[in-house]
């Protein structure tokens, strides 16, 4: 099993659409979480941390769920320049405090 | 402007050649990473470093070699050993190993022929 599994996508949303991403991870002990967005052939950069409580910003809401292990992405009203791979990012926990990516989900706002 | 940079963008070499993929930032940042990303696959960690003139393997270590001289430089060499070099690859850095984000430079895409 993936340490970070994704829904690899592509969603194909309309303009105006809400499109939510799921992200599920494997390690109970896991401290933080995150969502990166990379364009096409671009880096990749922090989108948000997502917090217990649920967080949001703008038109974007993440939520983390740490009985399930479950971490989403809701993007409201998308806009064309949403279009990007979204990653799920988990932090390990204790001595390995690496970053854990999980491969992303592929976004396609359409006009 | 503070950054990272990579260079250059786009590499090609010819199989059985080492290579040396710059990345150099000027954040004062302590703790840096290198990454490689295939299609279909999430970033996957090569070498990181805490601090300067200390470097640890992540999880794809074989076949490359890094160095941290310099707090502000952090070079990755693809070698021959190798197998499958072709990717994207990604330099990251954090001001320690213990901050949550991590800022990613422009990334460097090799291709070997």
């Known amino acids: 099993r993936k340490e970070v599994e994704q829904d690899p996508g592509p969603f194909n949303v309309p303009e105006g659409a809400t499109v939510a991403f799921n992200c599920t991870y494997s390690?109970?002990?896991?401290?933080?979480f995150f969502w990166y967005r990379q364009d096409c052939r671009k880096e990749p950069k922090l989108l948000m941390s997502?917090?217990?409580s649920g967080n949001e910003d703008g038109r974007f809401t993440a939520q983390l769920n740490r009985a399930s292990q479950y971490i989403s992405l809701l993007i409201r009203d998308s806009k064309l320049s949403d279009s990007a791979t979204y990653l799920c990012?988990?932090?390990?926990?204790?001595?390995?405090?690496?970053?854990?990516f999980g491969t992303g989900t592929l976004l396609a706002v359409q006009p | 402007d503070g950054g990272i940079t990579q260079s250059p963008k786009y590499l090609f070499r010819k199989e059985g050649q080492n290579v040396t993929l710059s990345c150099e930032q000027n954040?004062?940042?302590?703790?840096m990473y290198w990454y490689r990303q295939d299609p279909g696959q999430g970033l996957r960690l090569i070498y990181y470093?805490?601090?300067?003139?200390?470097?640890q393997k992540g999880d794809i270590a074989e076949g490359y070699s890094v160095s941290r001289e310099k707090k502000e430089s952090f070079p990755l060499t693809v070698t021959s050993a190798q197998k499958n070099p072709t990717a994207f690859y990604l330099c990251?850095?954090?001001?320690?190993?213990?901050?949550?984000?991590?800022?990613f430079g422009p990334g460097t895409r090799l291709t070997v022929l």
């Open positions: 990012v988990v932090k390990g926990a204790g001595a390995t405090n690496k970053l854990i």
């Open positions: 390690n109970s002990a896991s401290q933080s």
């Open positions: 954040l004062n940042h302590d703790a």
């Open positions: 990251a850095s954090n001001p320690t190993d213990w901050d949550n984000e991590q800022f």
């Open positions: 470093s805490q601090i300067v003139n200390d470097f």
């Open positions: 997502v917090y217990s």
